[in-house]
């Protein structure tokens, strides 16, 4: 089969396109899309400039997504002087691992020269994720536990580094899987939390997301998620084809059973109806932004946050989801 654009031998076909592409015009298209979402949601700020740049955070765990995205953008704004990354890793405490994973990410931001931050579980919380897995107070999947340390180190941090913006690589399905998920749970609080904390396109001052409010707190250093329009198995052939030093294993304790269901129905829908997930994200942004619209009023958003009495962070609760499952570790 030869690619369509050059008549090269074609490595790959993208069946909800019908396109066949060598391996330049293939990788080419990945940076096309990228460079596209960082426009559509107007993420480089009109007020950015060499002289006040703005400092992007990308959380690099070492996995195929992370390294992508990180490439991407080091390639995108390496002459641009209104742009400054920061890496920031974390290590969970998973004997051997993250250890691995953590060289993948040395390894590239050496060679890219990027700035890079490692922070743990351990010397912030004081837990190692061995140990939570076999402790398990909340009789959670280990996933549970680890998304929410996940997401407070990275915030944390990203406010630390005075961010501007917190990246994540979150490819095409996870974000079909996530929309998926909350559509069959109805849960339409989510669906706008969603939306507000990394979806909808910012404004062009970079004040924050244009018509949304941040889903906790103006302190919060928003969210974007450059990759979100690139499928999951063309993410990893351009790791591939750029040699990229991704850690492609999966993690010992990873167990979601509900997201592995919806994995699975996503994966056999596409199969069978190439163009399921674009056509999923489509239709899921605007009902998720027509939700967010629901519930964006100022009075809901300061009746529904307080401090968390613990660490002073946003919640609606006495405590935190981090602190709670910090305190239900140390009952242990």
């Keep these: 089969m030869e690619c369509d654009k050059c008549g090269a031998p074609a490595v790959m076909h993208a069946a909800y396109s019908g396109v066949h592409m060598c391996e330049e015009h293939f990788c080419a298209t990945v940076e096309q899309r990228v460079r596209r979402r960082i426009r559509e949601d107007s993420l480089v700020a009109r007020a950015a400039t060499p002289e006040e740049p703005e400092t992007w955070v990308i959380g690099l765990s070492g996995g195929k997504d992370s390294v992508v995205l990180t490439k991407i953008l080091h390639d995108v704004f390496e002459q641009d002087p209104r742009i400054e990354l920061v890496a920031l890793s974390i290590h ?144 990893a052939l351009y790791a591939r084809f750029r040699d990229l030093p991704a850690h492609i294993t999966e993690c010992p304790h990873a167990d979601e059973a509900y997201r592995g269901e919806i994995q699975d129905l996503l994966l056999g829908l596409e199969e069978n109806h190439p163009g399921t997930r674009h056509s999923i994200m489509a239709g899921y942004e605007k009902l998720a932004a027509l939700a967010a619209d629901a519930y964006r009023s100022e009075d809901d958003r300061e009746a529904a946050f307080g401090e968390c009495k613990h660490c002073g962070s946003p919640t609606g609760r006495d405590l935190c989801r981090t602190c709670s499952l910090l305190d239900a570790l140390e009952a242990v």
């Design 92 to 235: 969970e405490g998973i004997e051997g691992y993250r250890d691995r994973s953590l060289d993948a990410c040395r390894e590239l931001t050496d060679d890219l020269g990027i700035r890079h931050e490692v922070v743990s579980y351990e010397a912030e919380f004081d837990v190692r994720m061995d140990d939570v897995v076999e402790e398990d107070p909340e009789n959670m999947a280990a996933c549970a536990y680890c998304g929410v340390f996940r997401r407070d180190l990275l915030s944390t941090y990203a406010e630390q580094f005075d961010a501007d913006k917190l990246l994540t690589g979150h490819n095409l399905d996870d974000e079909a899987e996530t929309a998926l998920m909350n559509v069959l749970e109805g849960d339409v609080t989510q669906m706008a939390q969603h939306f507000d904390s990394s979806l909808g396109p910012f404004d062009a001052d970079g004040d924050g997301p244009a018509d949304r409010a941040r889903s906790k707190s103006e302190a919060h250093v928003p969210r974007a998620k450059p990759l979100r329009d690139v499928p999951e198995k063309e993410v």
